[in-house]
């Protein structure tokens, strides 16, 4: 991706791609994420650019296997092994139809075309807007890109290596040429998970950007 693709988006065949810009993510909330607040303009004016915008949302039951609550014993951000692999134990957050749940206030995109919600199954993870935590369970999301001529992700939200990570990767693998906005995220970097995930986004060819390479 030279340059100029960078700032050349294809209405057509390109998305935004806005990963979970919810309540529970920002400060004060129930598992915050430094500075995720300042993700929020700059994402509503990427998504003036796009004509194609899809939101996700984690939406979790209060019974969730990733919440450290539901396991005796357990505190949060321990990892534990479940079923389909390891798994960080979070604090309980994003609970269906709470306002944790919720977008941000002052996100503004009225023109998004859908919302994504991941995490509802009780008994997987999901971070990925693609596939569940399992690597089998879709979400409908890449058959839905798929139809309405998608070819590019770019990617942008919470949290760069977590939800994002996840997201890029799944979108790789579907096909998908990704490009993840690195200054309109926000990271957890748990126990050096940053680094490792963007070791892994850039092995997998995808594109590390910056927001300008989109608005000039």
């Avoid at 321990?78 to 390891?86: A, H, I, Q, R, V």
């Avoid at 199954?121 to 399992?134: G, I, L, N, Q, W």
């Avoid at 999301?141 to 890029?168: E, H, I, M, N, P």
């Avoid at 998970?193 to 892994?200: I, N, T, V």
């Amino acid at each position: 991706m030279t340059a100029q693709s960078k700032r050349e988006i294809r209405q057509v065949e390109d998305v935004l791609l806005v990963i979970d810009v919810q309540n529970d993510f920002m400060p004060g909330g129930a598992l915050a994420v430094a500075r995720a607040d300042e993700v929020i303009p700059l994402t509503n004016r990427l998504a003036c650019r796009f004509t194609h915008v899809v939101l996700t949302q984690d939406w979790h039951p209060r019974s969730h296997i990733s919440f450290a609550a539901n396991h005796a014993g357990r505190k949060p951000f321990e990892f534990m092994t479940l079923p389909y692999g390891e798994q960080v134990l979070w604090p309980v957050h994003c609970v269906q139809d709470t306002p944790g749940a919720a977008f941000h206030r002052d996100l503004d995109i009225p023109h998004a075309r859908a919302v994504i919600r991941k995490g509802h199954h009780e008994h997987v993870d999901s971070y990925s807007a693609f596939v569940e935590a399992d690597h089998t369970t879709p979400t409908g999301l890449t058959g839905y890109l798929r139809d309405t001529g998608v070819k590019r992700v770019w990617c942008c939200g919470l949290a760069t290596d977590f939800c994002v990570a996840w997201s890029s990767l799944d979108a790789r693998a579907a096909g998908f040429e990704v490009a993840v906005i690195e200054d309109a995220t926000r990271a957890i970097d748990l126990n050096g998970s940053l680094e490792a995930a963007w070791r892994e986004m850039t092995a997998a060819g995808v594109k590390r950007v910056r927001a300008a390479d989109l608005l000039g």
